[in-house]
């Protein structure tokens, strides 16, 4: 009988514990939910309040009710998807929001029921946790000046030109005409270094002619990438509407910016000075003049589609970390070395239909002979496909 409660005990000790991890783990996981929601959200706040009114978008609040989840999650992923097939609900809403279409989402079924899950237990009165709202304000944010920026600054070989001429002249004036330094070693030594010097700064010049490294124009609107792309994290595509159907990524017209800008008519950073040169440009009917930065020589061929879309190359990869730069900087020097560096390590999604026709690459990867295919096997290295 003693062994018998004991054992009954234990079990009971044991189901309390079972139960006491089962409620940490249940709470910790809503809490985890709730700020997955919070962070998936700070990209929908660009457009839409949760109780706060009309803003570029519907009004969230108790949008759960008017909708049933599986339309909420098509809808969020890709709305125009929706709208092209003709969803009746979905194109009204469209209408009925001046036509201002919503960029698609790369989220996942999940990720949505957490970004819906936490709009419908939205409360307006809790407090963010700390953590994110230094985040969303800034306050925490790296201020370290970017890598990039660093080394745009030591690239300036005018002055050391400047001076290595300099003395070359001094030297040479000094063995031929004052002879004020007896020793002519002294002289050799210094136009020797000096040639050395001004040999390499030609040669590094002369190497990047046809190129625009570091080139950093300014534009004639204040465009941040680092408030539009990183901040409100619009995608990239959303802008550059061409990227993946043409050779060029495409600049957005007026018309797309005013697609935010006609609710959005004062920036934080630059309040409505620079946000009223896109209205002069729509009340005018004259294009904003945007300067290009990226430019490659015109006997180098370079299609956008290929890399954005066969290639599922992301934009940072050439572009550099585009969402935190304020003004728009050529950080790599898009030299043959580079690219050709890039197709001799870049896999290719060897899963595209296309590749199908290489039969004997197909051979070698099901055999085991190779474990994956690079660019350069499949011609990347070949004069031909970049150059006319």
Not at 13 to 32: D, E, G, M, P, Y
Not at 271 to 297: D, F
Not at 362 to 384: A, E, K, P, W, Y
Request: some cysteine; hydrophobic content about 40%; proline content about 3%.
């Amino acid at each position: 009988m003693i062994k018998y409660h004991t054992i009954r005990i234990k079990y009971l000790k044991n189901s309390a514990l079972l139960f006491t991890l089962l409620i940490f783990f249940t709470i910790q996981n809503i809490q985890v939910h709730a700020q997955d929601g919070r962070e998936l959200f700070t990209v929908c706040a660009a457009c839409h309040t949760i109780g706060g009114g009309k803003l570029i978008g519907p009004d969230l609040k108790g949008v759960n009710e008017r909708h049933d989840e599986a339309w909420l999650i098509k809808f969020i992923q890709n709305s125009q998807e929706m709208i092209q097939s003709g969803d009746e609900t979905a194109v009204k809403l469209f209408a009925e929001y001046k036509n201002i279409p919503m960029p698609p989402n790369n989220l996942t079924d999940d990720q949505v029921r957490t970004l819906l899950l936490y709009i419908k237990d939205y409360d307006p009165n809790a407090q963010p946790d700390v953590t994110t709202a230094q985040s969303a304000e800034g306050e925490t944010e790296d201020l370290a000046e970017p890598e990039y920026l660093k080394k745009a600054s030591e690239r300036n070989y005018g002055t050391t030109f400047i001076i290595s001429l300099f003395f070359l002249i001094i030297a040479l004036v000094d063995l031929f005409v004052t002879q004020i330094i007896k020793a002519r070693f002294v002289h050799v030594i210094i136009i020797l270094t000096v040639i050395m010097i001004m040999g390499e700064i030609i040669a590094v010049e002369a190497q990047g002619l046809g190129r625009q490294h570091y080139y950093e124009p300014e534009q004639p609107i204040a465009f941040s990438h680092k408030v539009h792309a990183g901040q409100n994290q619009i995608d990239c595509l959303y802008c550059h509407t061409t990227a993946k159907e043409s050779i060029h990524a495409g600049i957005p017209s007026t018309q797309l910016c005013m697609n935010c800008h006609n609710v959005v008519r004062s920036g934080k950073l630059t309040g409505t000075a620079e946000i009223a040169k896109i209205y002069q440009s729509l009340e005018t009917q004259t294009p904003i003049e945007w300067i290009k930065v990226h430019n490659v020589p015109d006997h180098v061929y370079f299609n956008h589609a290929q890399h954005v879309a066969a290639g599922k190359l992301e934009c940072q990869e050439c572009h550099g970390p585009v969402e935190t730069m304020d003004r728009i900087i050529q950080v790599n020097d898009l030299g043959m070395g580079w690219c050709i560096e890039c197709h001799r390590t870049k896999e290719v999604q060897f899963s595209n239909n296309f590749y199908k026709e290489y039969t004997k690459l197909n051979g070698d990867l099901d055999s085991g002979f190779i474990r994956r295919v690079t660019v350069d096997m499949i011609g990347g290295d070949d004069c031909q496909k970049c150059h006319y």
